[in-house]
């Protein structure tokens, strides 16, 4: 049972460009969270989605980030306009429930920002 | 609002020494859980434990064990004759009426041989 995948695992733009992150949750998992980490920092909660549905996105920067979970297919985190702040670890998770659930982590995509 | 507060940054220990996480919380629901995460090198997170705020009792894994206080609102995490494999960096966790879970900044610790 395959876990969360997450690709790529590295990525790297230049400013102005757009990265595009993907997410696959775990089989049987409806719920995707993604997450930021900074360099040195925790984990700040970006968006939470549900089966075409976003549930809640207060985390995310209202301008240049949107986040998508279509009925078929990963999860996708997209960034337009992508500015050097934008670099860190990008971290999606999966839960089998709607909340309070433990969370399955993939191994993160590394974005750098040139 | 919630919050997770993982006052240190970094512990270092030397092998088969006991070493205690530090974890505080702030909420204003009646209901939530705790959860504690290991990130090591590797960079992927893996759960540790999840504790409902109804049960304070203790819990033990292993050479793992965590103290969750309510009159103190804190979820503490002990290991026990620590290993140069418990190097990683430990979040502390709270997820509420929202659904989403509130991480800590985490403490990262290393265990020397």
């Known amino acids: 049972n395959a876990g969360v995948m997450q690709n790529p695992r590295h990525l790297v733009r230049r400013r102005g460009q757009e990265a595009r992150l993907r997410c696959s949750p775990m089989k049987g998992h409806s719920h995707v969270y993604w997450y930021r980490q900074l360099p040195e920092e925790g984990l700040k909660f970006m968006v939470y989605l549900q089966k075409e549905n976003i549930i809640d996105e207060s985390g995310m920067p209202k301008e240049r980030f949107s986040a998508e979970f279509p009925k078929e297919g990963p999860s996708i985190l997209r960034i337009q306009q992508v500015v050097r702040g934008d670099s860190a670890a990008y971290f999606c998770?999966?839960?089998?429930?709607?909340?309070?659930?433990?969370?399955?982590f993939g191994s993160g995509t590394q974005l750098s920002v040139l | 609002a919630q919050k997770v507060t993982q006052a240190q940054t970094e512990i270092s220990v030397v092998e088969k020494e006991d070493v205690t996480l530090d974890c505080v919380y702030e909420t204003r629901d009646t209901t939530y859980y705790l959860f504690w995460y290991k990130q090591p090198p590797s960079g992927e997170l893996v759960f540790l434990i999840r504790?409902?705020?109804?049960?304070?009792q203790n819990e033990i894994s292993g050479r793992y064990s965590w103290n969750f206080q309510k009159s103190t609102s804190s979820f503490n995490f002990t290991i026990t004759a620590s290993q140069v494999v418990d190097s990683a960096v430990y979040f502390c966790?709270?997820?509420?009426?929202?659904?989403?879970?509130?991480f800590g900044d985490g403490t990262t610790l290393t265990v020397k041989p």
């Open positions: 966790a709270l997820s509420g009426n929202a659904g989403k879970s509130t």
């Open positions: 998770a999966s839960s089998e429930g709607a909340t309070n659930e433990k969370l399955f």
């Open positions: 504790r409902n705020s109804f049960d304070e």
